[in-house]
């Protein structure tokens, strides 16, 4: 009797090791035959490198232009691409970190893990948008932070992020948290561009009209499209994804009277890069149509080469006449201290 | 021969747990020459805003862990006492909850019960009210009931596994005495389940502890921050690892100190007694006409509204085509693209093989180290078995980065390699096996083990024949979970993938961060179905349950 009950646990043991192994060779089918060493490394936040993101579309386009073979990682978000390379400075695997913004510029220069290079593509960018003068990162596409509302169930929108503090508006806005999310972060930033360090005021004000304040801008956006609110923080770009592939219009972004927070991404070179040469041939071809135009519909940006056209949809994607930004020396010095003072005041 | 017993463990958590882990918490105790200092963890322990966070994470944890404790128990009574049909595939189902990602909890349960949600929707309809009547969201009790969800399973799976192997002659003998109800079971009863009842609330407690959206998300905003968020802060926003790891530090102390005391607590209460291979269960179906049936059914539609409505608007939101609310046509859009093979199936394949691969490496690892924890009489056993459950109490941020930092010198790559998670995944799993395969190992009555030795059976036989099968079914649990663990897994997953190791929570954040919702919530459904499938196949290879 003891016997048959040992046994039935063999039977598990011997039942998983199957499995296991029909589910290894289902994934060796399913990978493609052994690449060939790649000649570029790029590490990038993950939404750039998915299937929906610029990657499937721009890296064949540069691996035939200059028959090369291009390995991009996703290593999480924006913050932990930086993260990696400052781990591994002393040992550097890979060429190019992508995903470096203006909030984060200061944070990259001041751990020295990127070298300068001045792409000749460049003279063709508008001055504002290039926000590192010292080149070590070249942008490559840039957006607003702005609230997206739901026009089916919000009319008379507010026109101003003082208006967001309208009691009309209570318990009807979601929010990032700074500490854990990039456009939390923005918001955080934007308030204090416009209101300075009396931005607690206006949080205090605002308050009453949060619903909640969630980690990260998935979570926040789709509490959105289920209708727990409607109003949430995102970017001018979102309704042009409804517009594209909904087809519907229902979902708007508010320019604001006191300007929208910028946002501009770059990438740069890493100090210590096994394919230096190749890596600039990289920061050439970012600049160029043939990457520009990739962007709109796969990461939801603006393209900084301004010869590039936006699709269709993008109307729905409105530019702010006036932009808001803080310089980046500003944010690596009171980061800090905004965010604890301003978990003090929500914690209320 | 316990110690040769206990080398390959040793070695295996040496080299990919205490050597990663500590290559980054070593920045939390050194200054800035290098020289140790617990200046770091001082700073922090001085900083009120911290304590109070410390505080209120310990509090939200020790509430969840009795809200579930509370809602499981009877459910693993029901499993435990009565047959009925479909009992393995609710057993099967109920399990499921704990491998959901959190961002999918969060959109099943702000669909179900948020403001706007299916609940208040329908009461709003019926009694034409044109504000939603139940606020259950974004508050302290959000977050419990969202906590009870995921770990309502953890307690009726490890209590009923022990449950059922208990004799019931003892509480027989206490009915014929008098003893009844409440009177029985706090008398009788509770002391006879009580090893698994505390590795359960043990296990759900550091879960909760280390919980991080669903406080963040459904609590309202920062007024209710766990410790979690701030090592994320530190270790993934802030970049400032030192003070990152000098958070997780304190963090793992806790952690610590309540596995310790827990453990205590737990070999006072434990005594060996008679443990039967299985226990004569009535039929649930035959007592639906009394009081006591219909009180049991109430028990079981409460549990399917808290546990099952989530789940189930997951599935039904990921039919949709279009996001929001309204008339929608049913659509098989995103089935059709999973189904039509390249990255979908390959992470569908890719999560089974690691949860395939993470289950037979924490089995044996956990059912040693059990087994020597529960059998070994050594003055520091109670530390040693503390610091063995550590994994669960580390945050897998720390340890994802941990080997980042660690093997980078090393000339071949381990991060990217199918093993690096796998082993990751390992670590951060094999603790439950102890937790479940500890009760019971605990409760075999020694006698037993006398009468086979007497009658001629070495250590060895007596480990294979006797003690492995009357801890089966604990140990069936503890594979279950392992495999859930594994299957369910992000922070650590995230940082050690490629694409051709791509996992099913990977695939999510991913659908979910290029505005792809729905294709979230069917491949939250295809990780659903294909769990339950899972559970189905390791309780049936396992023989559990009636």
């Known amino acids: 009797m003891y016997k048959t009950r040992s046994n039935r646990l063999s039977r598990l043991l011997a039942a998983s090791v199957a499995l296991a192994a029909l589910f290894a060779a289902a994934t060796v089918a399913a990978t493609p035959v052994a690449e060939t060493e790649a000649q570029l490394v790029i590490y990038a936040y993950d939404s750039f490198v998915s299937e929906w993101g610029p990657a499937p579309l721009v890296i064949p386009k540069f691996e035939e232009l200059h028959d090369t073979n291009v390995e991009i990682i996703s290593v999480g978000d924006a913050g932990q691409v930086l993260n990696r390379a400052i781990l591994e400075k002393d040992h550097p ?23 300068s290079y001045r792409s000749s593509n460049l003279d063709a960018i508008p001055e504002q948008l ?74 205090k004000r605002l308050q009453p009209n949060l619903l909640t304040i969630t980690d990260g801008w998935d979570t926040a956006y789709g509490m959105f499209t289920s209708g727990e609110a409607p109003m949430v923080l995102s970017y001018t770009t979102s309704p042009a994804y409804h517009v594209e592939y909904e087809q519907t219009e229902r979902y708007r972004a508010l320019l604001f009277k006191e300007g929208n927070y910028l946002q501009i991404e770059g990438m740069g070179i890493l100090k210590g890069a096994p394919h230096p040469g190749m890596a600039r041939k990289f920061i050439d071809f970012i600049l160029t149509e043939e990457f520009q135009s990739e962007i709109p519909l796969t990461n939801w940006m603006y393209p900084v080469n301004p010869e590039v056209p936006t699709p269709d949809s993008f109307r ?33 | 021969m316990l110690f040769v017993l206990l080398l390959a463990p040793a070695a295996f958590l040496l080299l ?54 509370l809602m499981g128990l009877p459910g693993a009574y029901l499993l435990a006492r009565y047959d009925f049909r479909g009992k393995r595939l609710i057993q099967a189902l109920t399990t ?17 019960f948020g403001n706007n949600g299916i609940l208040n ?64 079971f706090w008398r009788v009863t509770l002391p006879q389940i009580l090893p698994a009842l505390l590795s359960a609330a043990a296990l759900v407690f550091i879960f909760c ?48 100190l309540f596995l310790y005391a827990y453990i205590k607590l737990q070999q006072r209460s434990s005594f060996a007694e008679r443990m039967t291979e299985e226990v004569e269960r009535p039929r649930l179906g035959s007592m639906l006409g009394s009081l006591r049936g219909v009180v049991y059914l109430l028990y079981l539609l409460f549990m399917a509204l808290v546990i099952l409505a989530p789940m189930i608007t997951v599935v039904a939101y990921s039919f949709q085509l279009r996001s929001g609310w309204g008339q929608q046509a049913i659509s098989l859009e995103w089935y059709r693209r999973i189904l039509s093979g390249g990255p979908y199936l390959r992470a569908v394949a ?26 070994s009489r050594f003055a520091g056993g109670r530390v040693v078995e503390a610091v063995m459950m550590l994994p669960i109490g580390i945050s897998s941020i720390i340890l994802g980065l941990g080997y980042l930092k660690a093997y980078q010198q090393l000339p071949w790559r381990i991060v990217g390699s199918w093993y690096a998670i796998v082993f990751a995944h390992t670590v951060i799993a094999y603790p439950f096996v102890i937790r479940v395969a500890s009760a019971t190992f605990r409760k075999i009555k020694s006698s037993l083990a006398e009468a086979a030795s007497s009658l001629g059976a070495g250590p060895w036989r007596l480990f294979w024949y006797l003690e492995l099968p009357l801890a089966r079914s604990a140990l069936i649990t503890g594979a279950a979970f392992a495999f859930g663990i594994s299957v369910g897994e992000i922070n650590a997953s995230l940082m050690l993938y490629n694409e051709r190791l791509i996992t099913i929570p990977v695939m999510v954040y991913r659908l979910i961060g290029s505005y792809n919702f729905i294709g979230a919530c069917a491949m939250g459904s295809v990780l659903m179905l294909f769990c339950f499938l899972a559970f189905l196949i390791i309780d049936r290879a396992g023989g559990e349950v009636g």
């Open chain 2, 209 to 256: 502890l280390l919980s991080f959206a669903i406080v963040l998300v459904l609590g309202g905003g920062p007024r209710y921050t766990t410790l979690e968020v701030e090592v994320y802060r530190l270790a993934k926003v802030s970049l400032d690892l030192k003070t990152g790891s000098a958070l997780a530090l304190v963090g793992a102390m806790i952690s610590l």
């Open chain 2, 16 to 69: 990919f747990f205490y050597f990663p882990l500590g290559s980054v918490l070593v920045g939390g105790l050194t200054d800035r020459s290098g020289r140790f200092s617990l200046a770091v963890i001082t700073s922090l322990l001085g900083d009120p805003y911290y304590l109070r966070i410390i505080g209120f994470t310990v509090w939200q944890a020790i509430l969840s862990t009795l809200l579930s404790v």
């Open chain 2, 350 to 375: 890719n999560s089974l093989f690691f949860a395939c691969m993470t289950m037979l490496l924490s089995l044996p690892l956990g059912t040693i180290l059990a087994y020597v924890g529960a059998r």
């Open chain 1, 316 to 348: 729905f994607a409105p530019k702010p006449e006036g932009s808001l930004q803080l310089p980046a020396e500003e944010i690596r010095k009171n980061r800090d201290r905004w965010i604890n003072a301003w978990v003090k005041q929500v914690s209320r």
């Open chain 1, 93 to 115: 695997k890979a060429d190019i970190i992508l995903g470096i913004d203006n909030n984060m510029l200061s944070r990259a220069l001041e751990e020295g893990v990127l070298q």
């Open chain 1, 130 to 203: 290039i926000f590192d003068r010292s080149y070590a990162v070249t942008p490559f596409d840039y957006g607003y932070f702005a609230f997206v509302y739901d026009s089916e169930a919000l009319e008379n929108p507010p026109k101003s992020l003082e208006q967001l503090t309208d009691p009309r508006f209570r318990k009807r806005i979601i929010v990032q948290d700074p500490r854990t999310s990039s456009p939390g972060l923005g918001f955080l930033l934007w308030t204090i561009a416009v209101y300075g360090e009396q931005y607690l005021e206006y949080w």
């Open chain 2, 121 to 184: 929707r329908f009461l709003m309809s019926l009694f034409g009210l044109s504000e939603p009547p139940l606020r259950i969201l974004y508050s302290l009790q959000a977050i419990l009931l969202a906590h009870a969800f995921y770990n309502f399973p953890v307690v009726v799976r490890i209590v009923s596994s022990l449950w059922r192997r208990i004799h019931p002659s003892t509480e027989e003998a206490a009915r014929s005495l008098g003893a009844h109800g409440l009177r029985l």
């Open chain 2, 96 to 112: 499921v909850p704990f491998v959901l990602p959190s961002i999918i909890v969060v959109l099943g349960f702000v669909r179900f």
